[in-house]
Structure formats: structure tokens, C-alpha cells
């Protein structure tokens, strides 16, 4: 048995599609779409097992498609003039996509710039551009480049907005005339040959010669001076008359030429022969007549040119100066007529000449002066009147009124120069020459001393010299001033001048002269006097100098003690019979200076303790020699129970001596021993005698010593 099959077709379609764009991807022509490739072929089926056999593909209608030309589209050309024919089309080929590009064409313009004066063609701009654009050139920038050179705009026909590449294949053709710009240069806007006649474009037409104001205007003057005749310098203002012509000059701006000229000023050439394009302003051709000034209030004789004469100009004529001279008057200046320098010698003419230096009085008259100073010599100042001496002399100045200047002098007093020298034309008033002596005051009782200059000596004066100042000093007498001369301060130090200087505090004998005293007591215990007083004293003097001049103490001699005496000697203290000193002398005191306080010593006695018979001693009441009292306290009598003085200090030594300055020697004194040691009553009174030996012999050498101090 064979298997069933069953017979289908199937189809397949092939496309082809042509784009048209712009060269920006725009749409630029409708898509070409061609007519579709169709295949068939038989599909055969097994109808038991299901499965397919394919016959081949049969093309319905060709295997190939045909060249397609690619549209014409106005100012663009495509990029493929046609699509060619595709071959060999089956059924498994994809579909045909192709795509067609078109550009712009490039279209041409041309700008022209015509030279209308000349005919010439200046430049031409060649433009170029896509189709349906609009060029950016503009005509604008280059027409301000030929209006900088000089040229005027006639016509521009070049579109405004710029050309539009709109004719395809046509070159667009445009013309700007231009002429040639002409501008008037005259007295009033003269120029600078040479530089740009636009200013914004150096390198332009240059102004040419001929446009210059020296070019344009000629100006022909006449000058007259007045002129001092020794010097030649101006006297009088200067007079200038003047004949002006002036022309116009037409420049061609483009070329930089002068055209012509305008005899009217306008900016149309009229003239084209430039000497003869001159006019003379305000129609004046001649210059007037003039009439020299008097000058006499300037010091000036009549001048040698009374009237300069009206003249005639042409243009072309030179200049002319005429100088017109004046000579010059003279005048004598002397001390009986002085003058001020810097006035105008014509009060009616302040601007006229000045008096010179050296017509003044000062300068006329010369007065030399010796001045004589009386000085304190260490202060300087004024002791006694000044004395003035002087001499004169005098001279006569000639002056010329014009200059202001002395052209020399008259000896005479004349006005006729007889000496040019002004230092040899002096003469002395009344023929004295010289300063007589002056004697110096004497001033002793101003308390001055002799001068160091007793006589200031005559002397000779010439011409010339200087003032003399002589300072005669005098030097303060000092008067020394002590005990043996004292003063009373506030009186005169002159008594014959009541109003001359006063004694000063210090001077007087109290503050010349001070006392030091020494007091020495000697007392019991209770106070009651032992012994009489000892006493001694040192003076000492004061020494100073007094400025009888100030009445100030100028000097401080100092203080001296008389004889030399600046201490108090130890002295003995009186033995007392049954009584011990607290001291057998007194202290030495030394240093003693005028400051120094009064010295009070005080020694105190002490009843010697009774002897017992046993060969002890016992103590007894403290009493006075004689009294041979006891005071009935046993108690006092007891061993180990010594009495004490009553006023014992310092070791039973009472000082009160407050001296400043001065040293007291063995000022402590040992304490007595009491009657403790058994020692019988003639070993305590040896022993109190040993004592006194040693300090009668301390006394001795000590004095010796100060009588040694005072010889050395």
C-alpha cells in the first residue's frame, strides 16, 4: 500500500525601495517603490506520516529589477543619477532598500565697485553659496572702506538683506558707484600736508602741500619798535599793523591733490591759479600812520621818529620793522634827597622806572658806630649806660630816570659823574674821622672790682667799616665774712648806697660762731651732789665769702674749732673717803663738730661696805661722809644681800650726754664687786685706790695723745 499525499502552493515576495533625501536626512522626493518579485512553489504532504516535500520556486514574474533615474530636483544634483538594474532576484533574497542623497548646487554672485570720476573699476567681490541661501556679504563695510579714502557713495543695487542663491546656474552681477569726495581747506580749517586726510585710516590719501595755514593766509606786517638808544632794549609797546589775504584750496579726497581754489570760500573751484586766488580780509590793503608816544614820563628825551607814514600792501610783500630810538635823562640822589628803592622814580608813572639800590639814605650817608658795653663779666649783664660814638659820611648818586641805574657819582654834590668808585666817593661830616677815648666808670661801690679795660682808645673811621662793639667787664668784688667781722643780714654792704645789695642771712655773729659745753655730776646714790660739777666747752667759728655784687654767700669756708680743740679729755673723779665712784674719770668725748650736743656725764658714789672683826666685811647703809649713821636694816647687813645704790645705771654711771658726733670712751664701767670675798676693809680701799692710779693714768696717756693728735 502506498501512503496518501496531498498537493499545496506556497508564495514568497520581494521588495525594492528607493529613498530620496536631503543631505540633513529631509524627505527631498517622494519614495520610488517598484513592483514586487513573486515566487511560488508545490508543497507535497504524505498524508500517513505527515511529511512535506518542496518543489522548486518558480518566479511569477522575473528575477530582476529594473534602473530607476533619480529625479530632478531645481538647484540640487543627487549623489546616484539612477539606481541600477538588480539581477538575480530569488526567492530567498531579502527586500531592496536604497537611499538617494541630493546636494545643493553651488550658485556665484559678483559685486562690482566702480570709480565714476574716473571710470575705473575700483575692485569686484566674487560670491559663492549653496542654493537657497542668503550670502552674508554685505557691500556696507567696504563702502566705509572707499568713504575713508576719500569717496562719496553714488549707488549700491546690492540687495540689502544680501544676495539669495535662488537662480540656479546664473552668476548675479551687482555694481556700487562711488565718486571722488572734495572738501574746502581755508585759513580757518588749515591742515597738516602730509598726514591722513581720514585719520581712522593712516595709510589713506595724505593732506597735500599747499593745505597748510602758512599756505592759506598771508599775513604781511609792519612792526614798530621804540628802542632805548644806549641799550637798544623796548621803551615803549611795540605797534604791529597787519594786511591779511587768504584763498581756499579744494582737495580731492581720494587722490590727496589740490583741485582748484575758491576765491569766494565756498567748495567749488573758481580759480585754478592759486596766486591769484588771494582776497584781502575785511578789504584792508595798507597800513596806517602811527605816531611815536612821548616817553619823558619814563625819563626819555623826544624820540629821533615823530610819525611812521601809512604804507600800501601787496600780496607777496615782506615784512617791515621800523625802529623809532630815545635817549635818556639823568638825576643826582643824595642824603638831603633820599629815595626808596622799588618806588617809581615818576610818582605818576607807578610802572615807570624804579629808584635803584643805593639811593636810600642808608646808602648815602654811611654812619659807622662804636657802642661801649659795661658787663658784669659772670653774667653778662648791663652794669652802667652804654656809650655810642659815630662818625659819617656822606655821598651824591647820578641816576639814569630811564634805566633806574647809578651811572656814578658826584664828589661835588653836582649832577655831573665825577667818580665811578662809590667806595672812593665818600666824604666825612664836618671832616671827623675817628671815635674819641672813652674812660671806664668806676663801680666800687656797686661792689665791683676795677675793669679789665680801663680805657677804650680812640680810633680812626674809614669808609666802609663795620659797627665796633667793646664789652669792658667787671668781675664781683668778695668780701670773706666771720666772728671777728660779723654783719647784721638785711643791711646794705654799701652803706653809702642804701639801695645796693644786703648782708644775706647767715652773716651774723650768732650764725658765725656756736659754744659745745661739758657737764660732768658727780652724786650719791640718792641723787644728792658728792662732789662739785666739772665742766669744759670747745667754740667753734664759721668763715664765709659774700658776692658784694649778688649779696649771695659764694663760698663756705666751713666751720673751725678754735685752737683746734674737737674733744673733751677724761677726767679724774674726786676721791671720796669711804666712797667708791662708779668710774675713777670721766669718758673721753672726741669729734666734736659745731653740731655737736652739750655732753653731760654723771658719776655716782658708793659708800664702801664696814670690815667686821673678823676680818669680813658687812654692808652698810649708803650715806654721806660723816654721818656715821646707820639706817638700822638689818637686812642690809646680811652676807649674800650687797646693798644697791639708789640710782645706779650703766654700772652705777649716770650719762646723759646726747653729744652728736662725737665718741665717749669707756662708756661701761664693771659693776662693783661686793664684800662677798672675806677681804678685809684696807684690801677694798687699795684695791679703790689702785683704781683711781689706773684711771688718773688712762687720763694721762689719753691727753697725751690728743696734745700729740693737735701737734701733728
Known sequence: MTHGTTQTSESQTVDETIHYVYKNGDKAADDYQATPLNFTRTVTTDKVTGDKSYGDWVAANGTSFASVTSPTIKGYTPDQAQIDTITGITADSADIEKTVT??????????????????????????????????????????????????????????????????????????????????????????????????????????????????????????????????????????????????????????????????????????????????????????????????????YLAPDLATVAQQTVTPGDKDVTVNVYYDHDVVPVNPTNPQTPGTPINPDNPDGPKWPEG?????????????????????????????????????????????????????????TVDQTDGDKAWTAVDNKSDWDSVTSPDLSSKGYLAPDLATVAQQTVTPGDKDVTVNVYYDHDVVPVNPTNPQTPGTPINPDDPDSPKWPAGTDKNSLTTDVHQTIHYQYGDGSQAAPDKTDSTTFDHQVEIDKVTGEIVKDDGWTAENGKTSFDSKNSPVIPGYTASKPASDSVDGLTQDSKDNVQTIVYTKNPATDNNGGTEPNQPGKPGNGTDTGNPSSNQPGNPSQPSNATNNGVINTSTNTGSKVNNGAVNSPELPQTGENNSQSQTMSFIGILLAMFGSLLGFLGIKKRRND
Open 102 to 299: 541630493y546636494v545643493a548646487n553651488k550658485e556665484a554672485a559678483k559685486v562690482t565697485y566702480i570709480d565714476d570720476t574716473t571710470g575705473k573699476t575700483l575692485s569686484s567681490q566674487d560670491l559663492s553659496g549653496d542654493y537657497g541661501t542668503t550670502d552674508s556679504y554685505r557691500t556696507a563695510d567696504s563702502i566705509k572702506g572707499y568713504e575713508d579714502q576719500g569717496y562719496e557713495l553714488v549707488s549700491d543695487n546690492y540687495p540689502t538683506k544680501g544676495v539669495v542663491y535662488n537662480q540656479d546656474g546664473t552668476v548675479q552681477s551687482f555694481e556700487v558707484h562711488l565718486t571722488h569726495g572734495t572738501t574746502p581747506v581755508g585759513p580757518n580749517n588749515p591742515q597738516t600736508p602730509g598726514t591722513p586726510i581720514n585719520p581712522d585710516n593712516p595709510d589713506g590719501p595724505k593732506w597735500p602741500e599747499g593745505t597748510d595755514k602758512s599756505s592759506l593766509t598771508q599775513t604781511v606786517i609792519r612792526t614798530v619798535n621804540y628802542l632805548d638808544k644806549q641799550t637798544g632794549k623796548v621803551v615803549a609797546k611795540q605797534i604791529t599793523e597787519q594786511v591779511t589775504y587768504n584763498r581756499t584750496a579744494i582737495v580731492d579726497k581720494v587722490t590727496g591733490q589740490i583741485i582748484g581754489y575758491s576765491t569766494t570760500g565756498g567748495d567749488t573751484v573758481d580759480q585754478t591759479d592759486g596766486d591769484k586766488a588771494w582776497t584781502a580780509v575785511d578789504n584792508k590793503s595798507d597800513w596806517d600812520s602811527v605816531t611815536s608816544p612821548d616817553l619823558s614820563s619814563k625819563g
Open 359 to 415: 639811593t636810600d639814605k642808608s646808602s648815602l650817608t654811611q654812619t659807622v658806630i662804636r657802642t661801649v658795653n659795661y658787663l658784669d663779666k659772670q653774667t653778662g649783664k648791663v652794669v652802667a649806660k652804654q656809650i655810642t660814638e659815630q662818625v659819617t659820611y656822606n655821598r651824591t648818586a647820578i641816576v639814569d630816570k630811564v634805566t633806574g641805574q647809578i651811572i656814578g657819582y658826584s664828589t661835588t654834590g653836582g649832577d
